[in-house]
């Protein structure tokens, strides 16, 4: 009967884990493997609907890819299931009946009983044996290092290898069958030092492709993160686009419904003028035929019957008056109804449109309360227009062109700009920089400094606020802004105006660019400073303005000659539409300056030094 160790060796050993089987699977060439060694097979090769044997290189069709769709070897299965129950007996002892082996010498193959390990463990030369315990053979976590025995010669051990047969052979199988055929021999101790050294450098090899295939595998999850990342950026940038662009058809939708209320209010004057002429003539003629008509209550004399007379006399003249023309309201009527909305479809134009069939005039001509006493203006947050003073003080005035405020009287200004939380920015003309709070009476200065350029390094400039309240300033001297934020401190960032003397100062409220003007020229700057857009017209001096709706409008000054013609254009500056033309000014005595803004209602405020015009539609 074969031994307990000759049913390991022989049946009970999967070829791929040398452990006892678990989960038998047959293929179609009859090789048998343990079920998750052909699963970890199956998931090294191409073909997902075959297997290929490792032992004979046969394929084995595989249903749906499924390894546990093969045949399972039931008898096989039972036999392990057998043999785990059982513990092997003791191989060292030369007794008769065997005791249970309680350990297993990895150097020697031999099992132990608890006897025979005591005697192995306490001999010197065994001392360096490799002894395990067989509760951890049997589960599988240690597979055995063993000599198996020859199945010719079944006493004596496997102890070379064919190198040309790839198998183990005993010493008379050496010399009866292989040398004679010319076989190459090993000493299978050898062998195996070769195939645990081939084992090593194919683990090593295999540690380090692991270790570049786990690199490739994190350069992958940080490209993904990237990819989200980027991802998220752009799903951010549409969105704010969007925003911003809704925020600016908005303020168009809104500066344009104004127009359409300014017309309407014009309109339904003149119409109540009208109508209001027609009441007082029937009011008067009314109250005279009340009168006329007492002269039949009793006979007339005297003073009386002159009184009749001449009332009547007042009567016939109303009577042949001519009757109202219905043309005159029919004409509003006919004038309002030549307005009409024409919507922007051109490419690369943010604009929700415009309304045609109307014009433009001045409203009102205001005179300052100074001479030579405007330095800027600015849009006030309540609706009204700033107009900051080098004498001191700031000007507030309504649509209709009415001094509604004066405030900051002591400071002389250069430069005034509001934030978004109506702080107020102001640079005076020492060139220094300083927050304000308005109150009811007195605004309240702030306790924040700004290191600005001085005169002497920099000269005067302009100054604006950009949507995420970044305040410019610009230098004319030294052809360059600086940008600081509402904290104050240095600037944190500067950016040259690539080569343009930069006089007024403007920043659209959607993307980061700026406008300024050169003396003929208006110039479009990029964040980093670089020209993007010109206008010009020689000759012809450029006072520009950026709206709600970031729309650009360029009053165009004839010094010479006194006229001034104000033209809306795109933020990319293409042309919209002509708003006023060649309208006569009063030409400055001292100071060639002027300033262009748009009110919230949509009314043009026009300032040169001591006048300040004010145009809406008619």
């Given at each position: 009967m074969a031994t307990f160790h000759q049913i390991i060796s022989q049946n009970l050993e999967c070829p791929i884990c040398l452990t006892l089987f678990n989960q038998p699977k047959s293929l179609a060439c009859s090789h048998t493997f343990c079920k998750d060694c052909l699963e970890r097979i199956s998931q090294t090769?191409?073909?997902?609907?075959?297997?290929?044997?490792?032992?004979?290189?046969?394929?084995?069709?595989?249903?749906?890819?499924?390894?546990?769709?093969?045949?399972?070897?039931?008898?096989?299965?039972?036999?392990?299931?057998?043999?785990?129950?059982?513990?092997?007996?003791?191989?060292?002892?030369?007794?008769?009946?065997?005791?249970?082996?309680?350990?297993?010498?990895?150097?020697?193959?031999?099992?132990?009983?608890?006897?025979?390990?005591?005697?192995?463990?306490?001999?010197?030369?065994?001392?360096?044996?490799?002894?395990?315990?067989?509760?951890?053979?049997?589960?599988?976590?240690?597979?055995?290092?063993?000599?198996?025995k020859c199945k010719r010669h079944p006493t004596d051990d496997e102890e070379c290898f064919c190198t040309d047969c790839r198998e183990y052979v005993c010493h008379k199988c050496v010399v009866l069958k292989h040398l004679q055929a010319g076989h190459q021999i090993e000493d299978a101790a050898i062998h195996e030092e070769k195939l645990i050294e081939n084992i090593n450098e194919l683990q090593e090899r295999t540690k380090s492709k692991k270790a570049t295939i786990e690199n490739h595998i994190d350069s992958i999850e940080t490209q993904r993160n990237e990819i989200t990342n980027m991802m998220r950026r752009l799903n951010d940038d549409i969105d704010k686009t969007y925003e911003e662009y809704m925020q600016l058809l908005s303020a168009r939708r809104e500066t344009l419904k104004c127009q359409v209320k300014r017309l309407s209010e014009k309109f339904e004057k003149e119409l109540q003028v009208m109508e209001e002429d027609s009441r007082q003539t029937i009011r008067h003629m009314k109250a005279i035929e009340e009168l006329v008509t007492n002269g039949v209550k009793v006979p007339l004399e005297k003073d009386a019957l002159i009184a009749h007379d001449t009332l009547c006399e007042n009567l016939k003249i109303f009577l042949g008056r001519d009757d109202p023309d219905d043309q005159s309201p029919r004409g509003v009527a006919e004038r309002a109804q030549k307005i009409s909305f024409s919507k922007h479809v051109k490419v690369n134009e943010l604009c929700l449109g415009e309304l045609k069939g109307y014009t433009w005039d001045i409203k009102a001509d205001v005179e300052l309360p100074g001479e030579d006493s405007m330095n800027c203006m600015t849009r006030a947050p309540d609706g009204k227009m700033a107009v900051g003073s080098p004498e001191g003080g700031i000007y507030l005035y309504s649509p209709d062109g009415e001094l509604k405020q004066t405030v900051l009287k002591d400071v002389k200004i250069r430069q005034n700009e509001f934030l978004s939380n109506g702080r107020y920015v102001v640079r005076d003309t020492n060139e220094k920089m300083s927050l304000y709070i308005p109150q009811s009476c007195q605004w309240e200065k702030l306790d924040v400094t700004f290191e600005t350029m001085s005169y002497n390094e920099g000269g005067t400039g302009g100054l604006t606020v950009d949507r995420d309240d970044n305040i410019y300033v610009s230098y004319r001297k030294a052809k360059m802004i600086q940008v600081f934020t509402p904290q104050g401190g240095k600037a944190v960032r500067e950016i040259m105006c690539d080569g343009c003397t930069p006089q007024q100062l403007f920043s659209f409220h959607t993307t980061m660019k700026l406008i300024l003007n050169d003396a003929s020229t208006v110039v479009c700057l990029d964040g980093n400073g670089k020209k993007e857009n010109v206008l010009k017209k020689e000759g012809i001096y450029a006072w520009p303005a950026v709206c709600r709706d970031d729309s650009v409008i360029v009053a165009w000054v004839k010094r010479e000659e006194g006229l001034v013609s104000i033209d809306r254009y795109t933020r990319d500056f293409e042309h919209v539409h002509n708003i006023i033309t060649d309208f006569k000014i009063r030409k400055p005595e001292k100071r060639n300056w002027f300033y262009l803004q748009e009110f919230d209602s949509g009314e043009i405020a026009f300032c040169i030094p001591d006048r300040l015009y004010i145009f809406d539609v008619i």
């Open positions: 090769q191409p073909n997902q609907q075959a297997i290929t044997c490792p032992v004979c290189r046969k394929e084995t069709p595989l249903p749906n890819g499924d390894v546990s769709k093969l045949h399972t070897v039931v008898p096989l299965n039972s036999l392990v299931d057998e043999v785990k129950t059982k513990n092997p007996t003791c191989t060292a002892c030369e007794m008769d009946e065997k005791p249970t082996a309680i350990t297993y010498c990895q150097d020697c193959g031999k099992y132990m009983c608890k006897l025979c390990d005591s005697k192995h463990s306490g001999w010197t030369p065994f001392s360096t044996h490799t002894v395990v315990a067989m509760s951890e053979v049997l589960s599988g976590k240690v597979p055995l290092k063993r000599r198996r």
